[in-house]
């Protein structure tokens, strides 16, 4: 027995499948396939829950988030061993992610939501109020399982809600073990977690029992969540794919930035919504910098997230993987350059080693489609207004990104980008008080901060008379 499945607990039921470690294809320990009856059963308890946490203080919820941080801080050895056995992340990233994880539970039940008085007279008194939605089903991918599921969970359990985790088929493990977790500082039914195939997710967005679904995945299946919302008019939060642009002026420090910008291209082998997955680079610096760009990746460690010093773990899964390799091959059907990397090598696992292309036409699948693997098209441009369209020339808007010392003009670009999160000099910089979504067809509302946490209540306008209509004070 391995230490990371040491850590988990006994999750078998009579009915049990298992996910794949990536890194060599070998099955991860069994856990349950839930069925119609679970769910049902799950959202009874649920819906009894959410009646009295409803009725909690702020501080009474914040305590036992609190405890849940700690206890998750105290665990955070297995639960970075455990993730990177089901998601394939080297050790680093896993820890990194953990460390992410609590200062997000931390940092969201920080947050004061107040009562906002509209109008207050010697007549009347207007409030606008902020009151739990009940049942929140959360629906959470297979790139960041602790992360992501942590700011569903925070949200709903804050505002007073209770929860139901679904996790992704291919990374149950983590999320089982927060959920776990968890039980120990709510109430029965506050938060849950049901782990299974790939019915489970269209019985969780159909039932009638369920207010809202905070999803997080493609932006096709994000269509189908929101579809199947219609029929109960649940409450959704949509949180999906990105192709997001960095564009690196003529005058930034080539040597300084090109760490950063390697880095945020391919951590987590560029399986992460908000990486870079399109750069423009000026003409005027092209060259040199597409050099120093392959250089300083050609640096980055491939190999199973166990080993020292690894950055590039394997692609998550087989069918993501399949997808990488198809995409591979349109380097030789559309007659492109790879300044780097561009074919499979043999291996027991599903590795795609960092692949960069050089200047491919707009056109080119590499460019138009999220490859979810670290696959990085560069292209020169050298009109400002040509680099803004071509940007913002996808159906997506997730997130983007500005490089340059000019901070007027990178200002002036960035003010354009038609994305939900846009960084000057930096990208993929997150913080729990600050929401992130997308734009156009990366989604739908927020995640996070102070309008994240709204997402998850009902507005509520609260009229108070104070005198008759005989001007009479109330008792």
Not at 94 to 113: H, N, P
Not at 222 to 232: D, H, N, R
Not at 279 to 301: C, N, Q, R
Not at 367 to 385: G, H, T, Y
Request: proline content about 6%; some cysteine; charged content about 20%.
């Amino acid at each position: 027995m391995t230490d990371a499945t040491a850590f988990l607990l006994d999750f078998t039921t009579s009915e049990t499948r298992h996910g794949i470690n990536p890194a060599n294809t070998k099955p991860n320990p069994p856990v349950p396939i839930s069925t119609q009856d679970d769910l049902v059963k799950a959202v009874n308890a649920a819906r009894v829950a959410f009646n009295g946490w409803s009725k909690t203080t702020w501080d009474v919820r914040r305590k036992a988030l609190l405890a849940w941080a700690d206890a998750v801080d105290a665990n955070a050895d297995g639960f970075a061993k455990t993730l990177t056995m089901e998601q394939g992340k080297p050790l680093s990233q896993s820890s990194m992610e953990l460390g992410k994880a609590t200062e997000w539970i931390r940092g969201l039940s920080s947050i004061e939501i107040t009562d906002n008085v509209l109008e207050e007279t010697k007549d009347r008194k207007i409030i606008q109020r902020y009151t739990p939605l009940g049942v929140v089903g959360a629906i959470v991918p297979w790139n960041y399982p602790v992360l992501l599921a942590v700011v569903k969970i925070v949200s709903a359990v804050y505002t007073g809600n209770s929860v139901i985790v679904k996790p992704s088929p291919f990374t149950p493990y983590c999320d089982l073990k927060l959920v776990e977790l968890a039980t120990r500082f709510f109430p029965p039914g506050v938060v849950q977690c049901l782990s299974g195939d790939d019915s489970l997710g269209p019985m969780i967005t159909e039932h009638p029992g369920i207010d809202k679904i905070s999803f997080t995945g493609s932006t096709a299946t994000g269509k189908l969540v929101m579809a199947s919302c219609a029929k109960t008019l649940k409450r959704v939060t949509l949180e999906l794919g990105g192709n997001d642009p960095a564009i690196v002026c003529e005058d930034v420090d080539i040597d300084a930035i090109i760490p950063q910008i390697g880095i945020l291209s391919y951590l987590c082998s560029s399986q992460t919504c908000m990486m870079i997955k399109r750069l423009y680079v000026h003409e005027k610096i092209y060259d040199d910098f597409l050099k120093k760009l392959v250089a300083f990746v050609k640096t980055l460690k491939v190999g199973e997230g166990t080993e020292p010093d690894v950055f590039f773990g394997p692609i998550q899964n087989q069918m993501q993987f399949e997808k990488a390799k198809e995409l591979l091959s349109t380097i030789s059907t559309e007659k492109l350059k790879a300044a780097l990397g561009g074919s499979v090598e043999p291996s027991s696992g599903y590795f795609i080693h960092p692949t960069i292309i050089d200047n491919p036409p707009e056109s080119s699948r590499v460019v138009r489609e999220e490859p979810f693997a670290p696959i990085l098209p560069v292209m020169k441009w050298s009109n400002e207004d040509d680099v803004i369209k071509c940007a913002n020339g996808l159906e997506t808007g997730l997130s983007s990104s500005v490089w340059s010392k000019d901070l007027e003009r990178a200002t002036r670009i960035a003010d354009q980008m038609q994305s939900g999160s846009v960084w000057v000099n930096s990208h993929f910089d997150l913080l729990p008080t600050a929401s992130f979504g997308g734009h156009k067809q990366s989604g739908i509302g927020v995640e996070g901060g102070l309008g994240g946490l709204l997402e998850y209540c009902n507005s509520q306008t609260q009229w108070l008379k104070i005198k008759d209509d005989t001007g009479h004070e109330m008792e």
